[in-house]
């Protein structure tokens, strides 16, 4: 019955409404920034809101829905007013699937800019996971409508062609750089970075940190944060000159249990320190097959790999590239193989982190949202100074 009633409001009513909304002439002026999983503006499109208030005078949206975990029929009538504000917007910002975008036939007026959530690409995503790629099943996926794809670097838009079913619009994607990187380059950002991980974690001061950062494993509605590392072998290994940071990824809300005799040596903050914070502030990335491996890239840190489950992670999800080329540090299955390589990084690793920076990153200089902004407005920028 839900099947059915998703496929009526998908189908039917919600193309219906936006027709019915698009009557309405075009605000020119109009820009909605369209959260979907959460309930405040993030770094996705931050620095874009905020160079265009400070510096233009749009109309400024900001619709945030924070859907994830909604009851069905909640989101189903939210949707519509979601699509009464598009329907008369110039442009419309979003950073993740958006189901219900997708099914409405959007006007030729509308620029739908997609900044998407992750930097570079090497676990597949879209229609990289189908197995066959019949119309029938692409048409039952949920990206469409896209004007602009701004991505990390050249390497890239291979990817997000194939992932977002643009092989025959390559030039909508666009290798600016992200947004959110550009926080890296910001002497303010990068200091008070700094002070917020040393007073939200005073056992930091004077030691070195390592970032655990795993992604999530399971589904999105029951996402789970991986427990093959053993916190308390690293703590009797190396509490005496590290702190281990804990980040979860977003969908996995269970809080980390950190072992006892371990609380002065590991902590779960991923309630309280942004990720782009913790980047800055961390000697060591420990990570497994999470995009964020790409923003830490630009530190020129070090780089462990953990992946215990990388045989069946290939079979569950795929990876655009072989995980041993890509992997810009050592490869490690076991807690025993992290300890033999933490903070023992070689010449060799470090150009490698160099050469995969330059690789999946090379727009991102300091300066890609000033670069999408003029991708995405052009002459209007004049317009509305």
Do not use: M
């Given at each position: 019955m839900k099947r059915l009633s998703k496929r009526l409001f998908f189908n039917f009513l919600y193309p219906a409404y936006y027709r019915h909304c698009a009557k309405q002439p075009v605000k020119d002026d109009k820009v909605v920034f369209a959260e979907l999983m959460t309930s405040v503006l993030t770094d996705n499109f931050r620095l874009i809101y905020e160079m265009l208030e400070e510096n233009y005078h749009f109309d400024l949206e900001v619709l945030l829905l924070n859907q994830h975990k909604m009851r069905y029929r909640k989101k189903a009538f939210l949707n519509f007013s979601i699509i009464k504000s598009i329907a008369t917007a110039r442009?419309?910002?979003?950073?993740?699937?958006?189901?219900?975008?997708?099914?409405?036939?959007?006007?030729?007026?509308?620029?739908?800019?997609?900044?998407?959530?992750?930097?570079?690409?090497?676990?597949?995503?879209?229609?990289?996971?189908?197995?066959?790629?019949?119309?029938?099943?692409k048409s039952n996926l949920i990206h469409a409508h896209y004007t602009h794809v701004f991505v990390s670097g050249p390497e890239a838009v291979a990817a997000y062609a194939e992932a977002f079913g643009m092989e025959n619009e390559i030039e909508k994607i666009i290798p600016t750089g992200v947004s959110r990187t550009d926080v890296f380059w910001n002497k303010e950002f990068i200091d008070s970075a700094m002070q917020e991980v040393q007073e939200k974690v005073p056992a930091s001061v004077g030691k070195k940190i390592i970032l655990y950062a795993p992604t999530y494993r399971n589904n999105v509605t029951h996402a789970k944060t991986p427990n093959d590392l053993s916190i308390a072998v690293l703590c009797e290994k190396f509490s005496d000159e590290y702190v281990l940071l804990i980040k979860r990824h977003p969908y996995a809300k269970k809080e980390v249990a950190i072992p006892l005799g371990c609380e002065d040596f590991a902590f779960d903050i991923s309630d309280e320190i942004a990720i782009e914070q913790l980047i800055i502030a961390s000697d060591i990335c420990i990570s497994d097959y999470s995009s964020l491996v790409f923003e830490f890239s630009l530190t020129g840190r070090q780089i462990l790999f953990f992946v215990p489950d990388l045989d069946e992670y290939y079979d569950v999800r795929g990876f655009y590239y072989d995980f041993a080329d890509f992997a810009c540090g050592p490869i490690c299955k076991t807690t025993d193989e992290i300890i033999m390589y933490l903070g023992n990084e070689t010449q060799d690793d470090i150009k490698c982190i160099q050469e995969f920076k330059k690789r999946f990153m090379d727009g991102c200089d300091g300066n890609a949202t000033q670069r999408i902004i003029e991708a995405v407005f052009g002459q209007a920028l004049d317009a509305y100074k």
């Open positions: 442009y419309v910002f979003i950073a993740n699937t958006f189901p219900v975008i997708t099914a409405c036939p959007i006007r030729p007026e509308t620029s739908i800019v997609q900044t998407w959530h992750a930097c570079g690409a090497f676990k597949r995503f879209g229609y990289s996971l189908l197995e066959t790629g019949s119309d029938s099943e």
